[in-house]
Structures are given as C-alpha cells and as structure tokens.
C-alpha cells in the first residue's frame, strides 16, 4: 500500500493552526477539530471524528450549503445527506470532514445568483453556472487530502454519488471504496437530483428520481 501523495505545501494540514474539543450532538459524541488554512473563513476545513476499528473507516466530505443545511431549503438534498452520514459515521465511527465553502466552492453570491437564474428562466445549477461563467464543481480537494493524510487515512469508505470526488482522492494514492448516499427526492429537490444526475454524472438510481420530476 503506497502512502497517499502529499498536497501541496501551500495547502498542506502542517501550516494549518488547529484546535479540537469534544462536541456532543443529537447523533452522538465525537472529537471536532478545526484546521485553519488562513484567514478566509471558507478555507477552514472541520472534521468530526468518532473512534472505529475498521481498517476502512466511513468518511463523508462534504461542503457547506447554507441554504440547504441551515434554512432547511427543500430545493437540495443536502441537509437530509449530512445527517444520514453523521447517523452512519456515529453509529459506526468513522469522519465526517466539512469543508466551509458553499456553492460548490464558488461561494454563496455565485450560489444564489444561479439560485435566482433557477427561479425567473429555469435553468438547472450546472447550467445556471455555465451562464454565469463559472465552473459548475469548482471544488478542490487539496485541503481535505492533507486533513487525510494528518489522520493517518490510506484506506476508505467514502459515502458519496459524486465520482468526481472519488476521482479526486484516488489520484492522491488514497484508496477509496464507495458507500452509496442516495437520499429520496422531494417534488422540490427532483430536479436538482436530476442534475446532478445527468450533468454531473452522479452515480444516482434514476427511477428514484423520475417519479417526483414527472409528479410534480
Ligand atoms: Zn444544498
């Protein structure tokens, strides 16, 4: 097994400021700390960490949204992923790793200007973003490798659709087996699901989604 290949020093967990408490939560206790890259608050990365056995721990990464996991928007189903992996990470240990970028890292006023294209033309997140000249996943994942590399994670079961993501830890030597995080749409969310389906080739179960796009 190779080690996983370091990030670049720029983004690397060794110039990071860290500090970590525990932290009890409706799912359970866990060990939260924060990595402090610098001072843009979006950079920061947390992770939640419940102690397993397993030789390859659960691992969720996920960005912020807070339309979706603090106001409780139905358009997303990000919310309902966060808290199905929080339930699975606490009941099985594992690491729950929130990276504080919203709008798939292209920050909440990018976000919600392609939420408002959404709302007066219709257009769908990854064309909504096309139009405004941006990346539809610009995230990167440089800092969260390093987080992985600092806890010592060679070996993973990472809850994600997104193969993108998977893609991303892979090439860094990580070795990654994926554990499906499909959530049931909402008449509200279907077409973001279908989206994320179609455009950005999320490993989703179409017949799952279709259903509420079609009854809605
Ligand atoms: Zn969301």
Redesign the pocket.
Known sequence: MSRPARAGSEVSVDKADSASCRIETVYGVSQLTVFSFGPNEQDNILCLSVPTEESRPLVRIQSA?Y???IFR?LD???HEQLDESMRRIHAGGGYFIYMLADGRGAGLLTKVRGLALGDNEGLDTYDAYVRLGVEPDPRKYARVLSVLQHIGLSKIELLTNNPRKIEALRDSGISVDRAPLQIDPTPASAQYLEAKRTKFGHLLDSSLIRGDIEGK
């Open positions: 949204c339309t979706g996991e928007s997303c189903d990000c």
